[in-house]
């Protein structure tokens, strides 16, 4: 059973000199540090969260220095729950040895997924809104609706295949079938 507390700062001109002290004052021997933003990949942490096995408690100096939000927070604990392994935050005071820990802890995964539901909410409401408005995404279409309803008559003709047509027109079999599909509006086209 070995603890490891876990320092992080987000620039390199910060210093984690608060963080190592509150670790001393709480007896912690084994420190893993690391100077990463938050929205970054972590590869400390991740190293650690490796290494930590049955038995072992992680200690941060406060939740923020953990993770980069309430649902990234939830899966880096669900994976410390798995390992059998214990969380300590000294600034918050949550232990998951003590009912109020857990507690405290299903709370936040409580909120993490009220979270995810609202960022959901938020991007299909605002998806409908930029349809509405005529608005598109993603990248140009290869051909014009001209060149589109051209190549479908010529395709629907018999004289020419897709193949051909694509290789006409300077692009992919796919990107041509998918022009037909949208032209006829079957496929991932169809009007329902």
Known sequence: MTIYGYARVSTLEQNTAAQLAAF?????????????????????????????????TLVVYKLDRL???VSHFVKV??????????FRSLTEAIETDTPQGRM?????????????????????AGQRA??????????KRSLSD???????????????TQAILADM??????????????????GRWREE
């Open 104 to 124: 405290f802890l299903h709370l936040l995964t409580a909120f993490a997924e009220f979270e995810r539901e609202l960022i959901r909410e938020r991007c299909l």
């Open 130 to 139: 930029a349809r509405a408005a005529g608005k598109t995404w993603g990248r």
């Open 67 to 69: 993770a980069r939000s």
């Open 77 to 86: 604990f669900d994976a410390l729950k798995a390992k059998g392994v214990g």
């Open 169 to 186: 027109l300077g692009i992919t079999v796919p990107c041509m079938r998918d022009h037909i599909h949208r032209y006829e509006k079957r």
């Open 24 to 56: 001393r004052r709480a007896g912690i021997e084994h420190v893993v540090e690391e100077k990463r933003s938050g929205v970054k990949d972590r590869p400390e942490l991740d190293k650690l969260l490796l290494q930590l096995q049955a038995g072992d």
């Open 146 to 160: 001209e060149d589109t309803a051209q190549a479908v008559a010529a395709w629907r003709s018999g004289w020419y």
